[in-house]
Structures are given as C-alpha cells and as structure tokens.
C-alpha cells in the first residue's frame, strides 16, 4: 500500500527562523514523485515544490527546499526566513501508481510575529 | 488565464438527498482530479477524468461519481448522502495525463444534516 505520512500536526515558529517539516513516505513504485502544497486559511491550494524520486538533487524553489531521503523514504520541507505569509496547512503528496496522489493528514504551520 | 473555479461553494443537505457539483478547469487543463477533504483524513484522492474517461479511481464507494464533458468540465454527484459525506471537496486540474502540476479550486463545502 502507499502511504504518506505527516507526524507534525502543527508547528509554529518564530518569522525569519528556519523550520522543517517532516513527510514520511511508502511505495513500491520505482518511478514516483513528491510534491509539497500550501493551504493557506480560507485560500486555495498551491504548489510550494516538486520532486521527481529519480533525480538525486534536492528540489529547491526560493525560500523552499526539500531533503529528499530516497532510502528512507522521507521528504521534508525547509522554509527558511519564514514570513507571516508563510501561515498555513502544508500536505505532502506522493505521485505514483494507480491512485496518482496519496496525501499525508497535513501539518499546520504557523509564523509568528 | 483565469484559475478553476467551483460551484456551488457551499451546500447544506439532508442525510438520503443527492448532490452535484461542478468544476471548471483552467483553459487548456484536460485533466481533472476531484479530493474530499476532512479534518481528520486530510485530502483522499476519489477521481480523474481525461478527455471525458475516468482514468483513476480512489476508494469511495460508488454513491461517489463523477463525468466530464467535451470541454474539460467535471461534475461529481453524491447519492444517498450520508453524515460522514460532510467535507470539503476540491477539485484540481492540470494540463494532462502524469504528475504535473495540479492547480487547485477553492472547494465546495459540503454539509450533510
């Protein structure tokens, strides 16, 4: 079965600091991708970054990046220099197999001032 | 290039009523994916569609379904509705077929008395 996994129901952390958000993950696919989206209150759902499981190089995208543990199956996320616009619900996904994307439970992220 | 929009975006219902909602893609987007979204079990993928053809299927039961139309237009209609149908139900699209970008809608908030 795949699974995604997010053990951090909700994180806080203090604007300009760094956090990390952990993903755990479970597929036998060998071709598969990871995706980080944003969910921020009362506002649509965007794409915060995205990982294609056969290259090697972390993703990164601005303040975003990932560390990606192929062999551990783990994908977190590391927002640095964290701004209040940065508040929201963050899901991690896995793209493979029949059922194109399994999300985790999400984990809620807030910056405070 | 306007975003995917979604109607209604709120729905109170009785328990046994059916319901319908609608999503409008982006233009150009051929690929349609529908999530129910609750608290507790985060997103859980239920369909997509593709040049009208339901390509991937989740698993809900099958008072859940859904079709699409010529023009990239989805609609998911739930049966004999039930309290546990009460959700958030997004849709998404993206431009085909593979683990690209899916652009989300703003959700049709479903509540089931």
């Known amino acids: 079965a795949q699974t995604v996994t997010q053990s951090q129901p909700e994180m806080s952390v203090q604007e300009a600091e760094t956090v990390t958000l952990s993903c755990t993950y479970d597929?036998?696919?060998?071709?598969?991708?990871l995706f980080w989206y944003k969910q921020p209150p009362s506002r649509q759902m965007i794409l915060v970054i995205r990982q294609e499981a056969y290259k090697q190089q972390n993703a990164t995208e601005n303040r975003f990046s990932v560390n990606f543990q192929k062999a551990a199956k783990s994908f977190s996320l590391k927002i640095s220099d964290s701004q209040l616009g940065d508040t929201a619900m963050y899901f991690c996904?896995?793209?493979?197999?029949?059922?194109?994307?399994?999300f985790g439970t999400g984990t809620r992220l807030k910056v405070l001032a | 290039k306007a975003g995917v929009t979604q109607t209604p975006r709120y729905l109170i219902k009785t328990r046994g009523q059916q319901v319908t909602l609608s999503c409008s893609p982006i233009?150009?987007?051929?690929?349609v994916s529908w999530y129910q979204q609750t608290p507790g079990q985060g997103l859980q993928f239920l369909f997509e569609y593709f040049s009208e053809t339901q390509r991937n299927k989740g698993n809900f039961p099958g008072r859940f379904s859904g079709r699409q139309f010529s023009n990239s237009r989805s609609e998911m209609n739930v049966s004999t509705l039930e309290l546990g149908d009460s959700a958030l139900y997004l849709c998404?699209?993206?431009?085909?077929?593979?683990?690209?970008?899916?652009?989300f809608g703003p959700g049709t908030r479903l509540t089931v008395l």
């Open positions: 597929t036998s696919e060998s071709n598969y991708y």
């Open positions: 233009s150009g987007h051929r690929s």
């Open positions: 996904a896995l793209g493979s197999g029949t059922y194109k994307y399994i």
């Open positions: 998404a699209s993206s431009l085909g077929l593979g683990y690209n970008e899916q652009f």
